[in-house]
Protein backbone atom coordinates (compact mmCIF):
# COMPACT_ATOMS: atom_id res chain seq x y z
CA UNK A 1 0.00 0.00 0.00
CA UNK A 2 1.28 3.11 -1.34
CA UNK A 3 2.76 5.70 2.07
CA UNK A 4 1.18 9.00 2.65
CA UNK A 5 4.19 10.89 3.36
CA UNK A 6 7.53 12.00 2.68
CA UNK A 7 9.98 12.82 5.25
CA UNK A 8 7.60 15.41 7.32
CA UNK A 9 5.24 16.05 4.53
CA UNK A 10 1.83 14.28 3.75
CA UNK A 11 2.18 12.89 0.02
CA UNK A 12 -1.30 11.61 -1.16
CA UNK A 13 -0.80 8.47 -3.12
CA UNK A 14 3.11 8.73 -2.50
CA UNK A 15 5.14 5.70 -3.59
CA UNK A 16 7.70 4.31 -0.67
CA UNK A 17 10.64 3.64 -4.44
CA UNK A 18 10.31 7.81 -4.40
CA UNK A 19 11.39 7.83 -1.29
CA UNK A 20 14.90 6.52 -2.39
CA UNK A 21 14.44 8.50 -5.72
CA UNK A 22 14.01 12.06 -5.16
CA UNK A 23 17.15 12.05 -2.99
CA UNK A 24 19.01 10.93 -5.97
CA UNK A 25 18.30 13.66 -8.17
CA UNK A 26 20.42 16.01 -8.98
CA UNK A 27 19.87 19.44 -7.23
CA UNK A 28 18.05 17.84 -4.59
CA UNK A 29 21.07 15.51 -2.59
CA UNK A 30 20.78 15.78 0.68
CA UNK A 31 17.09 17.12 0.85
CA UNK A 32 15.48 14.77 3.41
CA UNK A 33 18.45 15.70 5.89
CA UNK A 34 15.74 18.55 7.33
CA UNK A 35 17.39 21.94 8.37
CA UNK A 36 20.66 21.81 5.94
CA UNK A 37 20.91 25.11 4.08
CA UNK A 38 21.35 25.79 0.63
CA UNK A 39 24.21 28.34 -0.35
CA UNK A 40 21.40 30.85 -0.95
CA UNK A 41 20.18 31.02 2.44
CA UNK A 42 23.33 32.07 3.64
CA UNK A 43 23.38 34.65 1.38
CA UNK A 44 20.06 36.30 1.98
CA UNK A 45 20.58 35.95 6.01
CA UNK A 46 23.76 37.22 5.60
CA UNK A 47 22.82 40.65 3.36
CA UNK A 48 19.67 41.05 5.62
CA UNK A 49 21.93 41.03 8.95
CA UNK A 50 24.17 42.98 7.54
CA UNK A 51 23.54 45.53 4.65
CA UNK A 52 19.80 46.26 5.58
CA UNK A 53 19.55 50.01 6.73
CA UNK A 54 23.14 50.80 5.51
CA UNK A 55 24.23 52.89 2.79
CA UNK A 56 25.53 50.41 -0.54
CA UNK A 57 27.84 51.55 -3.08
CA UNK A 58 28.64 49.85 -5.92
CA UNK A 59 28.99 49.88 -9.83
CA UNK A 60 27.00 49.10 -12.41
CA UNK A 61 27.21 48.71 -16.49
CA UNK A 62 30.19 51.20 -15.83
CA UNK A 63 28.28 53.87 -13.35
CA UNK A 64 28.23 53.97 -9.38
CA UNK A 65 24.89 53.00 -7.48
CA UNK A 66 24.38 53.70 -4.26
CA UNK A 67 21.09 53.26 -1.89
CA UNK A 68 20.05 52.53 1.56
CA UNK A 69 18.84 48.87 1.75
CA UNK A 70 15.77 49.07 3.87
CA UNK A 71 14.06 45.71 3.72
CA UNK A 72 14.56 42.68 2.24
CA UNK A 73 12.23 39.32 2.43
CA UNK A 74 12.88 36.01 0.44
CA UNK A 75 10.59 32.47 1.17
CA UNK A 76 12.83 29.41 1.06
CA UNK A 77 10.93 25.95 0.80
CA UNK A 78 12.96 22.79 1.63
CA UNK A 79 13.13 20.90 -2.28
CA UNK A 80 13.77 24.34 -3.75
CA UNK A 81 15.99 25.53 -1.40
CA UNK A 82 18.45 22.46 -1.88
CA UNK A 83 18.22 23.70 -5.44
CA UNK A 84 19.51 27.32 -4.65
CA UNK A 85 15.55 28.47 -5.20
CA UNK A 86 13.85 30.87 -3.19
CA UNK A 87 10.20 32.69 -3.51
CA UNK A 88 8.22 35.89 -2.66
CA UNK A 89 11.71 37.47 -2.85
CA UNK A 90 11.72 41.82 -2.62
CA UNK A 91 13.19 44.39 -1.35
CA UNK A 92 13.07 48.16 -1.17
CA UNK A 93 16.00 50.60 -1.14
CA UNK A 94 15.41 54.68 -0.43
CA UNK A 95 17.38 57.54 -1.37
CA UNK A 96 19.13 55.78 -4.84
CA UNK A 97 21.39 57.55 -6.90
CA UNK A 98 22.34 56.06 -9.91
CA UNK A 99 24.74 57.87 -12.53
CA UNK A 100 23.96 61.37 -10.68
CA UNK A 101 20.09 60.71 -10.79
CA UNK A 102 18.10 60.37 -7.68
CA UNK A 103 15.15 58.37 -6.69
CA UNK A 104 13.27 59.15 -3.35
CA UNK A 105 12.69 55.01 -3.19
CA UNK A 106 12.76 51.84 -5.23
CA UNK A 107 11.07 48.62 -4.67
CA UNK A 108 11.73 45.38 -6.18
CA UNK A 109 9.85 42.02 -6.90
CA UNK A 110 12.31 39.29 -7.94
CA UNK A 111 10.15 36.22 -9.51
CA UNK A 112 11.99 32.90 -10.12
CA UNK A 113 14.75 33.64 -7.96
CA UNK A 114 17.19 30.60 -8.73
CA UNK A 115 20.99 29.31 -8.56
CA UNK A 116 22.69 28.94 -11.78
CA UNK A 117 25.61 26.24 -10.28
CA UNK A 118 29.37 26.11 -11.52
CA UNK A 119 32.57 27.46 -10.33
CA UNK A 120 31.31 30.60 -9.45
CA UNK A 121 27.92 30.27 -8.72
CA UNK A 122 25.25 32.73 -10.29
CA UNK A 123 21.97 34.15 -8.82
CA UNK A 124 19.46 34.92 -11.62
CA UNK A 125 16.09 36.13 -11.70
CA UNK A 126 13.62 36.62 -14.93
CA UNK A 127 12.14 38.42 -14.52
CA UNK A 128 12.25 41.55 -12.60
CA UNK A 129 9.63 44.73 -11.32
CA UNK A 130 11.26 48.01 -10.54
CA UNK A 131 9.05 50.53 -8.69
CA UNK A 132 10.57 53.90 -9.04
CA UNK A 133 9.21 56.51 -6.96
CA UNK A 134 10.37 60.50 -7.20
CA UNK A 135 9.40 63.69 -7.48
CA UNK A 136 9.26 66.01 -10.14
CA UNK A 137 12.36 67.70 -9.60
CA UNK A 138 13.74 64.04 -10.30
CA UNK A 139 11.57 63.54 -13.30
CA UNK A 140 12.93 66.82 -14.98
CA UNK A 141 16.40 65.94 -13.93
CA UNK A 142 15.76 62.64 -15.65
CA UNK A 143 14.08 64.59 -18.57
CA UNK A 144 17.01 66.96 -18.95
CA UNK A 145 19.59 64.25 -19.61
CA UNK A 146 17.21 61.65 -22.05
CA UNK A 147 14.63 63.53 -23.50
CA UNK A 148 15.55 67.64 -22.98
CA UNK A 149 13.72 68.58 -26.21
CA UNK A 150 10.45 68.90 -24.00
CA UNK A 151 9.43 70.70 -20.57
CA UNK A 152 6.40 68.91 -18.61
CA UNK A 153 4.67 69.77 -15.48
CA UNK A 154 1.75 68.03 -13.68
CA UNK A 155 -1.28 69.55 -14.15
CA UNK A 156 -3.02 66.28 -12.00
CA UNK A 157 -3.45 63.17 -11.51
CA UNK A 158 -2.39 61.16 -14.99
CA UNK A 159 -2.16 64.50 -16.63
CA UNK A 160 0.94 66.70 -17.46
CA UNK A 161 1.09 69.53 -19.25
CA UNK A 162 4.08 69.51 -22.37
CA UNK A 163 5.66 72.38 -24.06
CA UNK A 164 8.62 72.21 -26.31
CA UNK A 165 11.84 73.41 -24.80
CA UNK A 166 13.29 75.28 -26.79
CA UNK A 167 10.20 77.35 -28.09
CA UNK A 168 7.91 77.23 -24.58
CA UNK A 169 5.87 80.45 -25.67
CA UNK A 170 4.49 78.28 -29.22
CA UNK A 171 2.44 76.68 -27.36
CA UNK A 172 1.37 73.69 -24.77
CA UNK A 173 -0.38 69.77 -25.06
CA UNK A 174 -2.11 68.57 -21.75
CA UNK A 175 -1.97 65.24 -22.13
CA UNK A 176 -3.34 62.28 -20.46
CA UNK A 177 -1.17 59.74 -19.35
CA UNK A 178 -2.79 56.01 -20.06
CA UNK A 179 -1.65 52.65 -19.60
CA UNK A 180 -2.88 49.02 -20.39
CA UNK A 181 -1.22 45.74 -20.45
CA UNK A 182 2.16 46.78 -20.31
CA UNK A 183 1.60 49.76 -23.04
CA UNK A 184 1.84 52.97 -21.74
CA UNK A 185 0.59 56.73 -23.49
CA UNK A 186 -0.64 59.36 -23.87
CA UNK A 187 -4.28 61.27 -25.46
CA UNK A 188 -4.47 64.77 -26.21
CA UNK A 189 -6.77 66.88 -24.19
CA UNK A 190 -6.40 70.09 -24.86
CA UNK A 191 -4.17 72.29 -27.01
CA UNK A 192 -3.85 76.22 -25.94
CA UNK A 193 -1.01 78.76 -25.67
CA UNK A 194 -0.17 81.01 -22.73
CA UNK A 195 -3.40 81.24 -20.59
CA UNK A 196 -5.56 80.53 -23.79
CA UNK A 197 -7.43 77.08 -25.07
CA UNK A 198 -7.03 76.71 -28.43
CA UNK A 199 -9.56 72.99 -28.62
CA UNK A 200 -9.93 70.17 -27.20
CA UNK A 201 -8.97 66.44 -27.47
CA UNK A 202 -11.02 63.69 -26.04
CA UNK A 203 -11.64 60.29 -25.90
CA UNK A 204 -12.23 59.98 -29.97
CA UNK A 205 -8.58 60.84 -30.05
CA UNK A 206 -6.31 57.80 -30.55
CA UNK A 207 -3.79 57.01 -27.58
CA UNK A 208 -0.07 57.76 -29.17
CA UNK A 209 1.93 55.32 -27.63
CA UNK A 210 5.39 56.16 -25.48
CA UNK A 211 8.36 54.39 -26.12
CA UNK A 212 8.93 52.36 -23.66
CA UNK A 213 11.89 50.34 -24.27
CA UNK A 214 14.55 51.59 -22.30
CA UNK A 215 17.10 49.01 -23.14
CA UNK A 216 17.51 45.14 -24.69
CA UNK A 217 15.32 43.55 -22.26
CA UNK A 218 14.07 46.38 -20.00
CA UNK A 219 10.91 48.71 -20.45
CA UNK A 220 8.16 50.61 -18.44
CA UNK A 221 5.20 48.81 -17.78
CA UNK A 222 3.60 51.22 -15.97
CA UNK A 223 3.23 54.84 -14.99
CA UNK A 224 1.19 57.32 -12.49
CA UNK A 225 1.72 60.76 -12.05
CA UNK A 226 -0.21 63.39 -9.87
CA UNK A 227 1.18 66.84 -8.94
CA UNK A 228 3.82 65.65 -6.03
CA UNK A 229 4.68 62.01 -7.32
CA UNK A 230 5.56 60.37 -10.50
CA UNK A 231 6.06 56.25 -10.34
CA UNK A 232 7.20 54.56 -12.64
CA UNK A 233 7.22 50.56 -12.68
CA UNK A 234 10.21 49.05 -15.14
CA UNK A 235 9.92 45.34 -16.23
CA UNK A 236 14.05 43.37 -16.55
CA UNK A 237 13.68 40.15 -18.36
CA UNK A 238 16.42 38.91 -16.89
CA UNK A 239 19.50 39.73 -14.21
CA UNK A 240 22.32 37.67 -12.96
CA UNK A 241 24.55 38.29 -10.49
CA UNK A 242 27.57 36.33 -9.53
CA UNK A 243 27.28 35.28 -5.44
CA UNK A 244 30.78 36.48 -5.07
CA UNK A 245 30.15 40.11 -6.14
CA UNK A 246 27.15 39.66 -3.70
CA UNK A 247 29.64 38.41 -0.40
CA UNK A 248 31.85 41.14 -2.04
CA UNK A 249 29.02 43.64 -0.59
CA UNK A 250 28.39 41.71 2.46
CA UNK A 251 31.97 41.73 3.30
CA UNK A 252 32.56 45.35 2.66
CA UNK A 253 29.28 46.32 5.27
CA UNK A 254 30.72 44.72 8.11
Given at each position: ?????????????????????????????????????????????????????????????????????????????????????????????????????????????????????????????????????????????????YASDFLIEPTGSQRARV?????PRWGWLDVGVETDAGAV??????????????????????????????????????????????????????????????????????
Amino acid sequence: MASDRFGPWPMKGWSPEWNAFVPSMSGYVGAKNWGVKSPLEPLFDAVRSTLVGTRVETTTGGRVLGFTLREMNARFETLGSAAGQAEDVSFSAEDVVYDGLRVDRVNVTARNVHTRIGVNPVLVTAPLDIELSGSWHQVNALLQRYASDFLIEPTGSQRARVRLAQHPRWGWLDVGVETDAGAVGLRLLRIGRGTRSLGRGGRRVPVVPLPVSIDAGVRIIDLTIDRELVTAVIRVDAIRVEYARVWALVRKGR
